[in-house]
């Protein structure tokens, strides 16, 4: 069981009967009254994020979760194939389950799939990957890196924002968390 006082973001708790991680908390002491924790919480199964409100000290669960390494090997249609490391069993994800982290999967890329009551639910991807570009618009010259940006398709299909030096071919460094560029890597 978990306390308020453990409470930090990326807590993954289970309340009312389903798995959440905590996206944000504040500990809130009031001039009158007892003191509460705020926090936003996303479930992990629907993607929702709620609002919830905990009394300072009240107890929460630990959610059954499990997470294995695992393997992204290529999509279906819809539905996309990870392999277990070490019993190379295959399951499948559906787009709905994996939510934006399918812009990043590149074939091959290990990655950890969570469990939550021996069911996948999703996926954490490594924090940065690497990713090709495949169409930019191309830069005129005189642009700097702190000149703007423009948008920039890479190979998984994605659509963020580069500074306008990148070209097509450039490979990119990109934070999987938020989606946004790093650097350029040689």
Not at 41 to 64: A, C, H, M, W, Y
Not at 93 to 121: C, E, M, R, W
Request: some cysteine.
């Amino acid at each position: 069981m978990y306390s308020t006082a453990d409470f930090r973001k990326g807590l993954k708790i289970e309340w009312e009967g389903a798995p959440y991680i905590i996206v944000e908390f504040q500990h809130v002491k009031p001039g009158k009254g007892g003191a509460f924790v705020r926090t936003k919480i996303k479930n992990l199964i629907t993607g929702r994020v709620i609002d919830q409100t905990f009394r300072s000290g009240e107890k929460v669960e630990r959610p059954d979760l499990q997470e294995k390494d695992m393997q992204y090997l290529y999509a279906e249609g819809d539905r996309y194939c990870f392999m277990d490391n070490e019993t190379y069993e295959q399951i499948y994800l559906t787009a709905a389950q994996l939510g934006d982290s399918k812009d990043f999967l590149q074939d091959n890329l290990n990655l950890k799939v969570l469990y939550y009551k021996g069911q996948p639910i999703a996926v954490e991807l490594p924090t940065f990957v690497e990713l090709t570009v495949t169409h930019t618009e191309p830069g005129f010259k005189g642009d700097t890196a702190s000149g703007g940006s423009k948008p920039a398709t890479l190979e998984t299909g994605a659509i963020i924002q580069v500074p306008l030096f990148i070209d097509i071919g450039d490979r990119l460094k990109v934070d999987t968390r938020t989606g946004t560029y790093v650097e350029r890597l040689k």
